[in-house]
């Protein structure tokens, strides 16, 4: 089946697709990663996405959606995860076109919920390999070695968009523009919530269970 993995900054999307990937062999599609990807690689497109990235905001509409379109267009017969896309309604109504287009359907959308205060000690506290991407957090998940990726040894870092002040614009982009398609999916008849205050592995399973 393939998901809309859907929440706000902080929620857990990328952890559990993660262990979505490992354990399932589901294909992550993050948004997010992409641009990072492009950003490192200083392609056209992550010179046009840093400026928004590095504010907090939205990337425009426009630019995201032709990213994923030339993605969906590549993907082989695997299920996959929609993570951090669709974040607008324009870029949900685009989703059902490109999908439509391509035979190709969302299964559920998922919605991790998890309060707000939970969330800044999330995004204050997370690091981030600078060469895998791998997720940690300074509490919950540290590296073995301080500043050492366990994955791949690569420095671990903290995201330019997860210092205190950018955080809030991130988390009021959320609310304005991503917190409504819930309305959007519950009358598709695809939303499904998951409670993301919980560990890890049992967040990992409540997910497992409402795409099974
Ligand atoms: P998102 O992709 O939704 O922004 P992440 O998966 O990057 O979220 O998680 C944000 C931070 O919270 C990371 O530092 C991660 O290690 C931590 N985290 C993720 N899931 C949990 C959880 N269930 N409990 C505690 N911390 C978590
Ligand atoms: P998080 O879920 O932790 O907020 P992401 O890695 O998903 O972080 O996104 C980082 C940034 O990339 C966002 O703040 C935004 O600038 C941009 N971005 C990612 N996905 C989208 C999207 N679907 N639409 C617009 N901008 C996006
Ligand atoms: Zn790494």
Redesign the pocket.
Known sequence: MNIVLF???????????TLLVERLGMVQI?T?DLFRAAIKNKTELGQKAQSFMDKGELVPDSIVIGMVDEVLAKLENKSFIL??FPRTSAQAEALGKILSQRALEIGKAVF?EVPREELLG??T???VCKSCGA???VQ??PTKVAGVCDVCGGEVIQRNDDKEDVIATRLKTYEENTLPLRTYFKELNKYVEVN?????ET?FSNIKRVIS
């Open positions: 929440g706000a900054p902080g929620a857990g999307k990328g952890t559990q697709s993050s997010g993570d951090g991790l999330r995004l506290g997370r690091r997720v940690y957090h919950s998940k993301g205050a919980q560990d890890t967040v």
